[in-house]
């Protein structure tokens, strides 16, 4: 069946005359652009060029006696037949192929065959805009906002083609592009730094650039440029436009981490209750030097208007030591008066408790009982003092975290009882005043 289907094409174009395929062909010694004209204008193709002297046009047919013409504004008014001296002829078999050479600017240049195809050709080294300068528009009340809107003043023609054979003979225009390119800076949170970010955004026929957002806005004293895209991609010498600009936003991230006892650190679990004293500390980044005030605010979430503590230094440490709901927030500014607030850090400190054991095995079976520690949550004060039974002290400490391995003077005390007295206050103010015996048991 797919023979069939393939033999059947071969005949149909074995039947159809070459021209219903043949195009206009551009070649060019420099470079081009192709634009797809509006569907309606009977056009082909349109080609921009760099250079029209190195450029010609190609038609191929079966036909020996093609005629070619080229029109400005209306082929059916202002058509001319190419000369002959301007088209060179090769045949080869039963086609022959047709050359076209010095090409003019703003021009359809159109192959008169058993049907009709036309392309429209532009010299845009003839049609080069300007970008005389740039300004940013803006009020002192709009300094802060997180847009900048950049007005390009710049000098152009219309840069245009005409339809080929229909009754609307009103030229189309065709739309440059600009380009806009900065530098900015972008977080990453990976090495916890900013690194520089060039910005580059493409606009048509625009006379200004929205930009927008914090991850557009410049955080970091840049120049703005603008140029024409056509003449870049061309080969012309770019004429870019520059504006300075001394940035003003700000953006900023908080790093929050646990400290323990021993000077470690951690990540802060912020999904479950914690235990007080919690120990925070907080690192501040942002988009420095533009960013050059750091401020930290904590609060009780029962009161979001007065914080319980405010900092100014880039990093700073805080123990939480009381029960209850916080939230952590940075805000950061430029000396220009802009400020960036984080997200805020949300924490939950735990109620207190404290669970006291009555007996322990020093020495006996090493890892298994064998010392004297309280069970607590959230205690953040704490003092526990040990007697033998006739009230001499043999033991003090106080840190709840530690304990007493049974030992006075650096030996394992005798088995019996032995007497406590604790005092603590847990992170919601409640008091405890504890006392009691410890059993010390050994089996040898």
Same mark, same amino acid.
Request: hydrophobic share 35%; proline share 3%.
């Given at each position: 069946? #797919? ?6 094409? &071969? ?6 005359? @070459? ?7 551009? +070649? ?8 797809? %004209?509006?569907? =309606? ?10 250079? @029209? ?36 002829? /090769? ?11 010095? @090409? ?6 159109? &192959?008169?065959?058993?049907? /009709? ?21 803006? $009020? ?19 840069? #245009? ?6 009754? =609307? ?21 990976? =090495?916890?730094?900013?690194?520089? *970010? ?13 930009? +927008? ?25 770019? /004429?870019? &436009? $520059? ?13 929050? *981490? ?31 030097? $533009? ?56 924490? /939950? ?7 006291? %054991? ?48 049974? *030992? ?37």
């Amino acid at each position: 069946m #797919q023979s069939i289907k393939n033999l059947l094409v &071969a005949i149909i174009f074995s039947i159809l005359p @070459l021209s219903a395929f043949s195009q206009l062909s551009v +070649s060019s010694g420099g470079k081009m652009e192709a634009i797809t %004209p509006e569907a =309606n204008s009977g056009l082909d193709n349109v080609y921009i060029l760099n250079n @029209l002297t190195t450029t010609t046009i190609s038609y191929t047919s079966t036909n020996a006696a093609v005629k070619f013409y080229k029109y400005t504004h209306n082929y059916d008014t202002d058509r001319v037949e190419i000369p002959s001296g301007d088209i060179s002829v /090769q045949s080869s078999g039963s086609s022959t192929t047709y050359t076209i050479s010095n @090409l003019e600017d703003s021009k359809g240049y159109v &192959a008169d065959d058993n049907d /009709q195809k036309a392309i429209w050709i532009i010299d845009y080294g003839l049609h080069l805009p300007t970008i005389n300068s740039l300004s940013i528009e803006e $009020t002192s009340e709009e300094r802060c906002n997180i847009a900048i809107k950049l007005l390009v003043n710049k000098s152009e023609d219309n840069l #245009q083609y005409y339809r080929f054979k229909k009754s =609307n003979t009103a030229p189309i225009g065709i739309a440059r592009s600009y380009k806009l390119e900065y530098m900015t800076l972008a977080w990453k949170e990976s =090495n916890l730094s900013y690194e520089e *970010k060039l910005i580059g955004k493409i606009e048509k026929t625009h006379d200004s650039f929205i930009i +927008s957002g914090l991850s557009n806005l410049p955080l970091k004293d840049t120049n703005f440029s603008v140029w024409d895209v056509l003449t870049e991609k061309l080969g012309f010498t770019v /004429q870019k &436009a $520059t504006l300075e600009y001394k940035a003003v936003a700000v953006e900023g991230h908080v790093i929050a *981490k646990q400290e323990n006892d021993d000077g470690t650190e951690e990540a802060l679990n912020t999904s479950e209750r914690i235990s007080a004293p919690l120990k925070v500390k907080l690192y501040g980044y942002a988009n420095e030097p $533009t960013a050059a005030l750091y401020n930290w605010y904590i609060y009780n979430s029962n009161d979001k208007v007065n914080y319980i503590a405010n900092f100014s230094d880039k990093n700073t440490t805080y123990t939480f030591n009381q029960f209850g709901s916080f939230f952590i927030r940075l805000e950061v500014s430029s000396i220009g008066g802009c400020t960036y607030t984080t997200e805020d850090i949300t924490l /939950q400190i735990a109620e207190s408790s404290l669970e006291i %054991p009555n007996w322990f095995s020093p020495g006996d079976s090493p890892g298994i009982n064998d010392e004297f520690k309280v069970k607590h949550e959230s205690i953040v004060e704490f003092k526990c003092v040990i007697f033998n039974r006739w009230g001499n002290k043999v033991y003090e400490f106080s840190d709840p975290n530690e304990g007493w391995d049974g *030992k006075y003077k650096g030996k394992y005390v005798n088995p019996g009882v032995y007497f406590y007295k604790i005092s603590a206050r847990g992170s919601d103010g409640i008091r405890y005043n504890k006392q009691g015996d410890i059993n010390i048991t050994r089996s040898k």
